[in-house]
């Protein structure tokens, strides 16, 4: 969006330097994209009337003119083709001085004396492109200095507006942000009052509105007598300006009145209103529209339309029609302002793929409270600049109240969000400068009323929000938080979920993270009976999918659709886990129960247990052993354990956990081949559930603390020709206990028997892992400790090094 500088100085008494008012506009948060300087350059050009226009003598491409500014002429060469005896144009003289620092000199233009040029738009830097010379209007003083003229010199800025702030499409709105910012009152001028007629306006139009949740308010009145034709020089010049092209005056003071208030406006001309009626209603099938834009289209059902007692005649915020257009016959205009849904304006201009300066402002919203005052002022601007007179009163259709948004406003709550320490007073000033009220104040806490264009202000976060922002967010200090030393009391918010998380990664489950919905269908497929807790479950009001139309009460069905993914994928061995909250129905609608919960699925293959073990199936004792890892990880010891079970799980084949106190820790088994079925997963496979909550109450884990090593670590690998008579547990005992205290680790990593070892002997292969909490190993004290070992494994069970 474009505003002119000296546009905005008309409500705002701002005399700060434009660079300085940028600046601040942008650390407020609005984004400028452009900015353009108008005549700043500029010196030495006049206006002046063409006398001649004749054919170069030696050029077929270039004219020969002479031109006068009142008290001189001057002969001008000029190579343009839209000039005519008469006309008032720009011209530089010998020494003025156009953008981009080029000088005007004389000169001779094939063989022919120039003094001066006349000049276009482009070349006065007052658009990017242009045909021809700029014409001037009849009136303009022969003589006059072209910039104070045209209203130069002028900044243009073009501004980035974020979709929450429509209260900025306008220059007023930019005054008003101006004003807070640099603590300056903005006047909202207005062109004298005219004269209403003896005529009511309810005598010329009557208004329905049929489609009362998509248009909240519609108002109108009538101009008779009004004479169309071109606009003043200033209005035009106005429009111009910002990129907008003057139609007539009727058009030309919608437009102004738009890009000044930020309130979309239609004119209708009267006499093509039928049935002198304006019905504000949704479309019907198959109508069509001629518009504006010289294109007709078909409309739907749900488009709002504007239309009389045969037709549409307008897009309701988007476009007028062209049945209904002001033209130079219009004798009598209907002026409109409504406020329409934001919504339906955005859905019907996608959808015919049109964009207007109106759509673009109804979109956002528009304020309720400028609607009236919008259009009395065009009305009285058209009288001004037309002629006519307006009929008395104004028609007006509201399908809803409009009340004003209270908000309940802390500024110690102000200063806590933004670790400011700003006062009462001050941060009062800033939300006085916004437009806001005050209408009670208790204790700490003041009733404010928003001013009723700035339809991002519901909540006391954005007040705090606009304090920081007219503060500076650069005047806001940077202050690092405070962090406690002692951190013994900060916990994960799951209990034990870092003991789980070690036990399940040590096993070889890999984790997943699923949504917090499920289907409605769930507890069917996993056989529930209706008794249990799990079938009474949260359903979700407007889920966002169909199957996503319950708060999970267990984890195992999104990890029972993961396991049949993986399996179809040729996955051989599928061990998954995830610790999150479940959910459980209360009774009352209102309350959802949450708490913690794991939950593992393993299915295929049993995961490696180690380079010398078989490949083999899942089953039963795998998931038994994960849940006895999983007790003695949280140090519960006193365990009660239970062989039976129920849906989805195999009575036969599953077990339920419970602690010394009755209370239910974990449960699983073997799943019912009837619930495999229904996820489609070829069995067999095991669950295992845990309540997280439960196993924290029931432990009698102490807190311990390993502090990290600071010493290097040295490794030795080992051959020994072990007996078979000699297990390999044997030998790992005897090696940590000679080890002792520097062997921090015993692995096994290799057997072999076969060639070059004697009947009855294999050879073993490990590694040692050394390492002393206070100093760094020497390579003889490893080997000493090697010798140490390697003698009373000779002494201890006759074993030899390989």
Not at 287 to 316: F, G, H, Q, S, W
Not at 476 to 486: G, L, Q, R, V
Request: hydrophobic share 40%.
């Amino acid at each position: 969006m474009l505003i002119s500088y000296n546009w905005l100085k008309n409500y705002v008494a701002i005399n700060e330097p434009v660079e300085k008012v940028i600046d601040r506009i942008i650390h407020a948060g609005v984004e400028v994209a452009n900015v353009r300087q108008l005549g700043k350059d500029i010196t030495g050009v006049v206006i002046a009337e063409l006398l001649s226009v004749e054919k170069h003598p030696k050029a077929d491409r270039l004219s020969l003119t002479k031109v006068s500014t009142g008290t001189e002429t001057f002969q001008v060469v000029c190579g343009a083709k839209n000039i005519a005896v008469g006309q008032r144009v720009p011209l530089a003289k010998v020494g003025a001085v156009l953008p981009g620092d080029f000088k005007i000199k004389e000169a001779k233009i094939r063989d022919v004396e120039s003094f001066g040029m006349l000049c276009s738009a482009k070349e006065l830097g007052l658009a990017e492109d242009a045909e021809g010379i700029l014409i001037l209007p009849p009136d303009a003083p022969l003589g006059a200095d072209f910039l104070p003229y045209m209203g130069l010199p002028d900044t243009l800025f073009e501004l980035e507006i974020t979709p929450n702030r429509a209260d900025l499409l306008s220059h007023i709105g930019i005054a008003r942000e101006v004003g807070a910012l640099f603590n300056l009152p903005v006047k909202l001028t207005d062109s004298p009052k005219a004269a209403e007629s003896a005529t009511t306006t309810t005598s010329k139009i009557k208004v329905s509105i049929e489609a009362k949740d998509l248009c909240h308010l519609y108002t109108c009145l009538v101009i008779e007598g009004v004479k169309v034709g071109p606009s003043p020089k200033k209005l035009v010049q106005a429009l111009e300006k910002i990129g907008q092209k003057s139609i007539n005056n009727i058009v030309d003071v919608t437009n102004f009145v738009l890009h000044e208030v930020g309130q979309p406006l239609h004119a209708f001309d009267l006499s093509q209103i039928h049935g002198s009626q304006i019905i504000v209603r949704q479309a019907r099938p198959g109508e069509k529209i001629p518009l504006l834009d010289k294109t007709e289209r078909e409309l739907k059902a749900d488009m709002l339309v504007i239309a009389d007692d045969d037709r549409p005649i307008a897009l309701a915020g988007i476009m007028g029609g062209a049945n209904s257009q002001v033209t130079e016959n219009t004798t009598s205009i209907l002026l409109e302002s409504a406020l329409f849904l934001p919504g339906t304006v955005r859905k019907t201009a996608r959808q015919l793929g049109i964009s207007t300066d109106s759509s673009y402002r109804f979109e956002r919203g528009i304020d309720s409270q400028a609607v009236q005052a919008a259009l009395q002022r065009a009305a009285n601007l058209v009288v001004e600049v037309a002629g006519g007179q307006i009929t008395k009163g104004v028609v007006s259709v509201a399908t809803v109240e409009f009340k004003p948004v209270d908000v309940k406003f802390r500024p110690s709550r102000a200063n806590t969000i933004l670790g400011t320490n700003l006062s009462d007073k001050a941060q009062l000033q800033i939300l006085k400068g916004l437009g806001c009220k005050f209408e009670a104040e208790v204790g700490d806490t003041l009733v404010v009323q928003c001013p009723s264009y700035r339809l991002d202000l519901t909540r006391e976060i954005d007040l705090i929000e606009e304090v920081a922002r007219l503060t500076g967010y650069d005047q806001i200090p940077t202050i690092a938080p405070k962090i406690p030393s002692d951190l013994s009391n900060i916990k994960s918010g799951a209990p034990f979920e870092k003991e789980i998380r070690f036990v399940l990664h040590q096993a070889g489950y890999f984790e997943a993270v699923n949504s917090t919905f499920l289907p409605n269908n769930f507890a069917k497929k996993l056989k529930y009976a209706d008794s249990h807790p799990n079938s009474k479950f949260q359903e979700v009001d407007n889920p966002i999918a169909d199957d996503q139309k319950v708060l999970r009460p267990t984890l195992l069905p999104s990890l029972l659709v993961n396991t049949q993914l993986n399996l179809a994928h040729q996955r051989e061995s599928v061990g998954l886990y995830e610790i999150n909250k479940v959910f459980s129905a209360t009774g009352d609608e209102n309350i959802v129960a949450e708490r913690f919960q794991a939950a593992a699925v393993l299915a295929g293959q049993a995961p490696s247990a180690g380079w010398n073990q078989p490949a083999r199936k899942t089953d039963f004792y795998d998931v038994k052993g994960l849940a006895e890892n999983l007790l003695a990880e949280c140090g519960i010891t006193d365990a009660q354990w239970e062989y039976t079970g129920e849906n989805p799980y195999l009575p036969t084949q599953s077990f339920v956990v419970k602690s010394s106190t009755g209370a239910l820790l974990l449960w699983g088994g073997a799943l019912n081949p009837k619930v495999l079925k229904e996820y489609e997963i070829a069995g067999p496979c095991f669950a295992l559930e845990v309540e997280l909550t439960a196993l924290a109450a029931a432990s009698h884990k102490a807190a311990s603390y390993v502090p990290l090593p600071k010493f290097p670590e040295a490794w030795r690998d080992i051959a020994l020709m072990v007996p078979d008579a000699i297990t390999s547990s044997q030998i790992i005992s005897a090696v940590e206990e000679q080890g002792k205290p520097l062997l921090k680790q015993v692995e096994l990593f290799d057997l072999y028997r076969g060639k070059n070892l004697p009947e009855g002997v294999r050879s073993l292969a490990y590694r040692l892992r050394f390492q002393a909490d206070d100093k760094t190993l020497t390579d003889k004290e490893v080997s000493d400790k090697m010798t140490q070992i390697t003698e009373l494994l000779k002494e201890r069970y006759s074993i030899a090094l390989r």
